[in-house]
């Protein structure tokens, strides 16, 4: 199986917890492989993207501009453009940024 994602074609969307933003590009069941999401997090100026733990899924943060905070357990450490992290997911982590710019960070979560 195999299938392209045009981007364009999904849009942001407000998150519904902190300040952020989502683009959805890719949101399935463990029945249909191990990837379980795939999408962009705009988080802007001040913003945040709260802690969240998904102990049954991984994560993949990719840091494509900007610049802000991962916030993993009790510890605050500084990201920037080009920066990625692996999150086993059984850890609380989530993003804010305390930057002018805004933040774009893609994700990806697969399934253990």
Do not use: C
Not at 26 to 52: T, V
Not at 64 to 92: F, T
């Amino acid at each position: 199986m195999w299938r392209i994602i045009r981007s364009k074609e999904y849009s942001f969307e407000p998150y519904g917890k902190g300040v952020a933003d989502i683009k959805r590009l890719m949101r399935q069941s463990s029945a249909e492989g191990r990837f379980e999401g795939l999408g962009l997090l705009r988080i802007p100026s001040n913003g945040i993207f709260p802690k969240h733990v998904h102990p049954e899924r991984e994560e993949i943060y990719y840091v494509l501009s900007g610049s802000g905070i991962l916030m993993i357990e009790d510890n605050e450490v500084n990201i920037m453009e080009g920066d990625a992290v692996y999150i086993s997911g059984n850890v609380h982590h989530g993003l804010k940024n305390v930057s002018e710019k805004e933040l774009i960070v893609f994700y990806t979560t697969a399934f253990k």
